[in-house]
């Protein structure tokens, strides 16, 4: 019995100090203070208010690629500026066309057979109309453009001729009614039409 009385007591200085202890790790503050609480941070605050956690970051925004232009947006059908979609049928066609300074010409141009590249080369002659001989002479490029329109561009070509001191290549667009329209580069644009066509 003394045993289990000293075993009993040891057990309750035990209990006590343990008792003491948590009592001690726990105090209630003193009346009048609140427990002092660390607030969020703006983050957190923020990660919150977006249904997230701060372990876990949002993907970065996708950035759209621009569209680019469609082909053609530029394609310009003035004579001999278009885009060539095709080679030019290798012919002769007499072209008469008014300058729109009170004269009239007759312009004979030369599409070559033997390149299958798109722009094929082509002699073109001017003469005023009713003279018995070419007065301007020069290379030109010929091909076809979007609804069948024939251009010859001779921008930049060398001229030879009596006229040639003063004269700036014309280039042609010869639609498919063959309603023709004439421009170079120092003056405005004129419009002829094909009286003849000679095909290899």
Avoid at 8 to 31: D, E, L, S
Wanted: aromatic letters at 4%; hydrophobic letters at 40%; charged letters at 20%.
């Amino acid at each position: 019995m003394r045993g289990v009385v000293i075993t009993a007591a040891v057990i309750m200085g035990v209990a006590a100090v343990a008792c003491g202890t948590i009592a001690y790790a726990w105090q209630a503050p003193p009346p009048g203070q609140r427990l002092a609480l660390t607030p969020p941070t703006d983050l957190e605050k923020a990660q919150k208010a977006q249904g997230r956690s701060s372990s876990v970051s949002a993907p970065p925004a996708a950035i759209p690629t621009p569209r680019p232009p469609a082909h053609g947006d530029s394609d310009d059908p003035r004579p001999g500026r278009a885009i060539p979609r095709t080679s030019a049928d290798p012919a002769v066609y007499d072209v008469t066309w008014d300058d729109g300074l009170g004269r009239s010409w007759r312009t004979r141009i030369t599409i070559h057979s033997g390149s299958a590249a798109l722009r094929r080369s082509a002699d073109v002659a001017t003469r005023e109309l009713g003279a018995n001989q070419d007065q301007v002479t020069y290379r030109a490029q010929a091909f076809t453009a979007a609804g069948g329109v024939i251009h010859i561009d001779a921008r930049g070509a060398a001229v030879a001729g009596l006229y040639s001191g003063d004269w700036s290549p014309d280039s042609f667009a010869i639609s498919p009614d063959l309603q023709v329209e004439v421009m170079d580069d120092s003056h405005d644009p004129s419009r002829g039409h094909v009286t003849q066509i000679t095909r290899e």
